[in-house]
């Protein structure tokens, strides 16, 4: 069966450092990946999407990246961490061809000081 | 931007049904109505979807009008972990893109 992991489970860090979540997908070959962000209170916002390795679309604007080095690994990150960056962010995958049914994973709960 | 309009808020009682209603006045034939919810502090589960037909699952119903301009989601016997945030969302055919708004926070009390 297919498996979604996301680590850290939580981190806090400080306004100006780097950051890397990761995100790995068991049991299945060329997911599409997504990258979510929930800030308190809020709803779901789309940061990126990855239709395969290497490739990388963008929804919002934002001090964030993501990069698909392998099949099934999914990485966000920042050179500097703002404040607003703060929230959940979630991974998710769907197979191809596409049924909308979109897995996420448990999620890193991210808190900038 | 999500193209659905959901009430913020709403009660049931453990053991009623829950209806969660759905506005999607723009959508277009090729859309899909997808139904997902949020336990707290977790990622969305998916629960259904559907295109004209209404659809039924273990988990829920979705009933969609005629017009396909609504939607209601139906919890056929709530129950204290139904208690979350339901997404009503529209994906096109041609998209895995899945567009989020604030959902409805669904209280399931005793």
């Known amino acids: ?113 | 931007d999500a193209k659905t309009t959901q009430p913020p808020s709403m009660d049931c009682a453990e053991g009623r049904a829950a209806n969660l209603p759905c506005n999607h006045s723009t959508i277009s034939g090729n859309e899909y109505v997808y139904w997902y919810r949020q336990i707290h502090s977790q990622g969305p589960q998916y629960i259904i979807h559907g295109l004209k037909n209404n659809e039924t699952n273990e988990m829920a119903s979705l009933i969609i009008t005629e017009d396909r301009k609504s939607s209601t989601l139906i919890l056929p016997h709530a129950t204290l972990r139904d208690t979350a945030v339901y997404y009503c969302i529209v994906r096109g055919y041609n998209t895995d893109k899945l567009i989020f708004g604030t959902g409805t926070r669904l209280q399931v009390f005793p």
Request: with cysteine; aromatic share 10%.
């Open chain 1, 1 to 113: 069966s297919q498996t979604i992991h996301q680590w850290p489970a939580t981190l806090v860090q400080p306004v100006g450092s780097p950051l890397s979540l990761e995100c790995t997908v068991e049991g299945t070959s060329n997911p599409n990946l997504y990258w979510y962000r929930q800030a308190a209170g809020r709803g779901l916002q789309l940061l990126f999407y990855s239709v395969g390795i290497g490739q990388i679309s963008s929804e919002v604007p934002q001090n964030l990246s993501a990069s698909r080095p392998q099949d099934r690994q999914f990485i966000l990150s920042s050179k500097k961490l703002l404040l607003s960056d703060s929230g959940f962010y979630l991974c998710a995958w769907i197979t191809r061809p596409a049924s909308g049914e979109q897995f996420f994973g448990p999620g890193t709960r991210l808190t900038v000081l």
